[in-house]
T-cell receptor, first 112, second 115 residues
Framework: GENVEQHPSTLSVQEGDSAVIKCTYS??????FPWYKQELGKRPQLIID?????GEKKDQRIAVTLNKTAKHFSLHITETQPEDSAVYFC???????????FGTGTRLKVLA | ETGVTQTPRHLVMGMTNKKSLKCEQH?????MYWYKQSAKKPLELMFV???????ENNSVPSRFSPECPNSSHLFLHLHTLQPEDSALYLC??????????????FGEGSWLTVV
């Protein structure tokens, strides 16, 4: 069945460094890819998304890139800050349905 | 932020108990969901309601019973659960069904421990 692989499962970076989280999807028909951030004890919240008709999208310190040929997409966080510490989930949609396939999450720790 | 609220936030129940999780959304959305979040596993979709009608029952054991009395409220009734059912249960809503650009708004979850 369709799945989304997410790597790494944990990531530690020094404050100010960049962090990159990668996801690979299996359904070539997927055309919408959201990223969610879940802080400890909090709800998952959408932080950025990308549609298949663009290759990159930026919002201040975060960006997402999409490679449709390779079927992978990545989250990039620059100038990391302690408040970026959280679990990040990627997802890919199942076109024609209301379903998303989620990755298993990446726990990001930003070390001060 | 009070878009999607869930109660209780924490619940400990015995395997013979009956309890319910409650969810309320204040966003005027038409679709509501229950997800199960377990450690190191992808979010697992359990139930989906659109305009109060169930559209998905994703092979969930009958010991979980959803109820959607109106488009703003969603319940998950629990009975005779197993320890492996211990997890974070997330309620969510979206404007409509459809997965293209349709943002899902999550509640903060109900931590369930079955003893």
């Amino acid at each position: 069945g369709e799945n989304v692989e997410q790597h790494p499962s944990t990531l530690s970076v020094q404050e100010g460094d960049s962090a990159v989280i990668k996801c690979t999807y299996s359904d070539s028909a997927s055309n919408y890819f959201p990223w969610y951030k879940q802080e400890l004890g909090k709800r998952p919240q959408l932080i950025i998304d990308i549609r298949s008709n663009v290759g990159e999208k930026k919002d201040q310190r975060i960006a997402v890139t999409l490679n449709k040929t390779a079927k992978h997409f990545s989250l990039h966080i620059t100038e990391t800050q302690p408040e970026d510490s959280a679990v990040y989930f990627c997802a890919a949609n199942r076109p024609g349905t209301y379903k998303y396939i989620f990755g298993t999450g990446t726990r990001l720790k930003v070390l001060a | 932020e009070t878009g999607v609220t869930q109660t209780p936030r924490h619940l400990v129940m015995g395997m013979t108990n009956k309890k319910s999780l409650k969810c309320e959304q204040h966003l005027g959305h038409n679709a509501m969901y229950w997800y199960k979040q377990s450690a190191k596993k992808p979010l697992e979709l359990m139930f989906v309601y659109s305009l109060e009608e169930r559209v998905e029952n994703n092979s969930v054991p009958s010991r979980f019973s959803p109820e959607c009395p109106n488009s703003s409220h969603l319940f998950l009734h629990l009975h005779t659960l197993q320890p492996e059912d211990s997890a974070l249960y997330l309620c969510a809503s979206s404007q409509d069904l459809g997965s293209f650009g349709n943002t899902i708004y999550f509640g903060e979850g109900s931590w369930l421990t079955v003893v």
